[in-house]
């Protein structure tokens, strides 16, 4: 059983250039959430989807934006990279939203 | 104030002690409350997943949470080498989405 996949592992952009990152999730799963974790913190909420739809956000900007496909894997797009964009990015899957969620290990990123 | 405050550590034990693990928050709308483990540079793993108050047991782990003075445990039983790691807690309200986390606990067991 496929657990949460996420791709690249690694990446490194340069400030003002854009982003984007992949998550597949758990196999039964149908709804994806991104969080990002900086270094010595907690992750923090990005946001989640379901149906194809952003169904919560978190306190990120409108620079930070995502898609979800009917296969329920997710993009999550970042535009106008900042050197603070530097961090681990996570995407966590679940069964409905509000239930348990397994994460991925995440994609690092890092702006230079 | 941060809604979910937990000691960073780090924390250093000898093999085959007892661990305790700690969080505290200030909203009192969480109902549903999580342990993850993460090692360096993984993702965050499952660990416990509770609802309300009460105490869960699986294994040599073993979750409390009092929502009365708002204070959650995760507590580890003979401890082995391989539990070093660090330990985030986390947390929601009913019916919301986003899960919200403590800075997480640098755990170090010593053979």
């Known amino acids: 059983d496929a657990g949460v996949t996420q791709s690249p592992t690694h990446l490194i952009k340069t400030r003002g250039q854009q982003v984007t990152l992949r998550c597949s999730p758990k196999?039964?799963?149908?709804?994806v959430s991104w969080y990002q974790q900086a270094l010595g913190q907690g992750p923090q909420f990005i946001f989640q989807y379901y149906e194809e739809e952003e169904r919560q956000r978190g306190n990120f900007p409108d620079r930070f934006s995502g898609h979800q496909f009917p296969n329920y894997s997710s993009e999550l797009n970042v535009n106008a990279l900042l050197l603070g964009d530097s961090a681990l990015y996570l995407c966590?899957?679940?069964?409905?939203?509000?239930?348990?969620?397994?994460f991925g290990p995440g994609t690092r990123l890092t702006v230079t | 104030q941060k809604e979910v405050e937990q000691d960073p550590g780090p924390l250093s034990v000898p093999e085959g002690a007892i661990v305790s693990l700690n969080c505290t928050y200030s909203n009192s709308a969480f109902q549903y409350f999580m342990w993850y483990r993460q090692y360096s540079r993984k993702g965050p793993e499952l660990l416990m997943y509770t609802y309300s108050s009460g105490n869960k047991e699986d294994g040599r782990f073993t979750a409390q949470v009092d929502k009365s003075s708002k204070y959650i445990s995760l507590f580890i039983r003979d401890s082995q080498p391989s539990d070093s790691a660090t330990y985030l807690c986390?947390?929601?309200?009913?019916?919301?989405?986003?899960?919200?986390f403590g800075q997480g606990t640098r755990l170090t067991i010593n053979p």
């Open positions: 196999s039964g799963h149908d709804t």
């Open positions: 966590a899957s679940s069964f409905r939203p509000g239930s348990e969620q397994y």
């Open positions: 986390a947390m929601s309200p009913e019916g919301a989405q986003k899960l919200v």
